[in-house]
């Protein structure tokens, strides 16, 4: 079951994140594409953004048909904002705010990414885990 935290949009800023996770080797991640990673009862979509020399990461759960679904999305740029498309309908979200930018679905949660020495972390929040 998701934390009740996760179904509400959130962006976990740089400064509220409580721990890094470690989600892979940057070279393993298909370029301009995602990948679906599990922490807890956390699933989270991470995407290398190569066009742009980017990472972002989101919640993997499309909040329209309630499916995991977004790391198996399309990602591109809307005047220059980086979003994902879900595979199923088509919703764009973007990868900075969660915003839905193509209707009224709710926004999604967003996390920071970081690459050091090659590794792939995400900042999450201890709150999004209760």
Not at 44 to 64: D, G, K, M, T
Not at 71 to 85: F, H, L, M, N, Y
Not at 101 to 116: C, S
Request: charged residues 20%; glycine residues 8%.
């Amino acid at each position: 079951m998701m934390n009740a935290d996760f179904e509400t949009h959130a962006v976990v800023g740089s400064t509220a994140v409580d721990f890094w996770f470690n989600v892979g080797v940057a070279t393993e991640f298909p370029d301009n594409g995602g990948l679906c990673f599990k922490h807890e009862q956390l699933q989270i979509a991470v995407f290398n953004f190569s066009h742009r020399n980017e990472w972002y990461a989101c919640q993997n759960l499309c909040p329209h048909r309630m499916q995991m679904a977004l790391s198996r999305g399309i990602i591109g740029s809307q005047s220059d904002e980086p979003k994902v498309a879900c595979p199923f309908h088509k919703r764009s979200f973007s990868l900075r705010d969660g915003q839905c930018m193509n209707g009224d679905e709710p926004a999604i949660v967003t996390f920071p990414v970081k690459v050091e020495d090659g590794i792939v972390y995400v900042g999450l929040s201890k709150k999004m885990l209760n």
